[in-house]
């Protein structure tokens, strides 16, 4: 995990996750250049290339290690193989995927992440023995053409339903991270946010910072203080 604190006064609070998944409008050269220009900015990148085979996967894997990305921040989507075999640190586990459970058999190491659509499944997939979950899509995209946005309401909703972490995705921009870790996410993933910038390292960095800027928000209204500055 990215790890750095927000401190005030004594206070510490450690910032939000990060998590840049890749839109498969990049090739893997394209997408590892990009990844090694933002991966300390950002805490986990998920190869999203449904369209790949398990050897090509495997190969864009393998690019992205060559480029700088530590493994620990190294997230596979749906291919528990393809996770193992490039050391990855973890697993996006879509509705077409093995359950949670029966991953975790297989590779009780990988933390394992499950993509939701709703506070009831954001609920199931913490019983079925997920890590976190990626809940979405919070306002309208262009990667879920005609598809209704979840909203803030539903975003705080499943907050509240989840027993683990939840990463919210889905039309997320730097002005916008504020009020959604407002409403307790865990963290946010971005897709065409820093991919499809012109300038990525510069987008990732204002990512960044909204999230370093929730945390200090958080802090300064901490209800436990009792004190608002």
């Not at 919070?138 to 309401?153: D, I």
């Not at 963290?187 to 820093?194: D, H, L, R, T, Y």
């Not at 209204?221 to 608002?228: A, C, E, L, S, V």
Request: with cysteine.
């Amino acid at each position: 995990m990215y790890f750095q604190e927000c401190r005030i006064e004594g206070k510490v609070k450690v910032l939000k996750e990060i998590h840049l998944i890749s839109d498969g409008r990049l090739n893997p050269e394209q997408f590892a250049g990009l990844a090694a220009a933002v991966h300390t900015m950002v805490d986990y990148i998920h190869l999203r290339e449904k369209a790949l085979s398990a050897l090509e996967l495997l190969a864009a894997a393998e690019r992205l290690l060559q480029a700088g990305v530590p493994p620990s921040k190294l997230v596979i989507n749906d291919r528990i193989d393809v996770a193992l075999a490039a050391g990855a640190a973890g697993v996006q586990l879509a509705w077409h995927s093995l359950p949670p459970a029966k991953a975790s058999g297989i590779a009780p190491g990988l933390r394992l992440g499950r993509s939701v659509h709703s506070p009831e499944e954001a609920a199931r997939a913490g019983q079925q023995g997920a890590d976190f979950c990626l809940y979405g899509h919070v306002f309208p995209t262009a990667c879920k053409p005609g598809q209704r946005e979840r909203g803030l309401e539903q975003l705080e909703v499943a907050v509240r339903s989840s027993s683990i972490p939840l990463i919210a995705i889905g039309g997320i921009t730097p002005g916008n991270t504020g009020i959604v870790l407002s409403k307790g996410a865990a963290g946010i993933a971005v897709m065409s946010g820093i991919c499809g910038a012109t300038d990525p390292a510069g987008a990732a960095e204002a990512y960044r910072s909204s999230v370093q800027a929730a945390a200090y928000a958080e802090v300064l209204n901490d209800p436990h203080t009792g004190q608002r500055r």
